[in-house]
């Protein structure tokens, strides 16, 4: 009998050419195949939900996507291939997402089992924003770049994700000169716009909080930066980014007659 490290693997790559022929569409954009059986009544939080939810200027922008449902995806080696597998790795060798990506189509892997629906949610807007990322308009990066600078020349402290807040701790660590252009501001610019357009993204979709914590942006700047994301892509119709874009309801009506 093979040892676990020894057992096939198919990884993502592999399983990315197969699965493409063999995608069920959601829509015009989006495709889906499911590795780990999720029941019928709960696929709609898996699909139609955060997919309708996206603004159309973003679906308009992102190649097609398959979207696929592993039980498990595991790396076994820090630089090695990631792998679906449906015996569960170990904490250190799970991942939760991973892409294989074309100029022209992009195919997602979830680890699915196990997890909460939230969690895929919060991955699945992540690995969208970074296909938005690399297909941003000039006018989108421009404002974004303009809104960081304004940030670091105020000396704010604290960024969205872990992501962004390492990318601005190696960022402010050279000369207040060197801080708004060159390559670490751009690794910088790149890694919270992903994280602030996830929050964005996923705040359209689901009811979510923000945590409070000392690595947290102060809310007055990730208020501007909403902002920002909303008068780029905005929301699609029937949904809300702030709690008083939702229609107002006449307490009249929920009077009983």
């Not at 820090?78 to 997402?97: F, I, M, Y």
């Not at 690399?134 to 989108?140: I, N, R």
């Not at 208020?223 to 874009?245: C, N, Q, S, T, Y």
Request: glycine letters at 4%; a negative charge.
């Amino acid at each position: 009998m093979p040892s676990p490290n020894n057992r096939p693997r198919t990884t993502v790559e592999q399983l990315a050419r197969r699965l493409r022929t063999e995608m069920t569409p959601v829509d015009a954009k989006f495709s889906y195949h499911q590795l780990y059986p999720v029941p019928e009544e709960d696929l709609r939080q898996y699909l139609q939900d955060p997919i309708t939810a996206l603004p159309p200027t973003v679906t308009a922008l992102l190649p097609s996507v398959g979207i696929v449902l592993a039980h498990y995806l595991e790396r076994q080696t820090p630089k090695g291939s990631v792998a679906v597998t449906e015996e569960k790795p170990v904490e250190a060798k799970l991942v939760l997402s991973s892409a294989v990506e074309s100029p022209e189509y992009a195919t997602l892997f979830f680890t699915v089992k196990d997890e909460q629906v939230a969690d895929y949610h919060y991955f699945l807007f992540d690995e969208l924003a970074g296909l938005l990322l690399k297909v941003l308009p000039a006018k989108a990066e421009e404002e974004w770049n303009r809104l960081l600078r304004e940030e670091l020349s105020a000396e704010v402290h604290g960024e969205v994700d872990d992501r962004s807040w390492h990318a601005k701790q190696k960022l402010q660590r050279k000369p207040m000169a060197g801080r708004k252009d060159g390559p670490p501001f751009r690794e910088y610019s790149r890694d919270s716009f992903q994280d602030t357009m996830t929050l964005y993204l996923h705040g359209i979709c689901c009811d979510i909080d923000v945590e409070a914590g000392p690595r947290q942006l102060p809310s007055r700047y990730l208020r501007k930066r909403l902002d920002a994301l909303k008068a780029l892509f905005p929301p699609p119709e029937g949904h809300a980014v702030f709690p008083e874009d939702l229609p107002k309801i006449d307490p009249r009506t929920l009077e009983r007659p």
